[in-house]
């Protein structure tokens, strides 16, 4: 309950780069100038469970074919705001997803 107070919060409060529909997230840009999504199941306390999380990226810049991921994804949509992709996650696992 507290995880989802604390997105709900931080999503009006904030016009945020990157979103996901489940799960947590933690964007940044490393030293070099590459941006890294790190998007992760985070059921916990409760039992963890298999999800299929919707990133939005809302970044104009960004290009489909630039997204590097280890984990199969699939691109929901494209506009001129940004990109929303799809992939699945199991019980605690996580994904990278780097723009190049």
Do not use: W, Y
């Amino acid at each position: 309950m507290v995880n989802e107070a604390t997105r709900l919060v931080l999503r009006h409060l904030s016009a945020p780069s990157v979103e996901t529909s489940a799960g947590k997230i933690i964007a940044f840009e490393d030293e070099a100038g590459g941006r890294h999504i790190i998007v992760a199941e985070d059921a916990h306390p409760f039992p963890a469970r298999a999800i299929q999380p919707v990133i939005t990226i809302n970044l104009p810049d960004v290009e489909v074919n630039s997204i590097r991921c280890e984990k199969k994804s699939m691109i929901i949509s494209r506009d001129e705001h940004g990109i929303r992709l799809s992939l699945p996650l199991d019980p605690d696992e996580f994904a990278i997803i780097s723009l190049q």
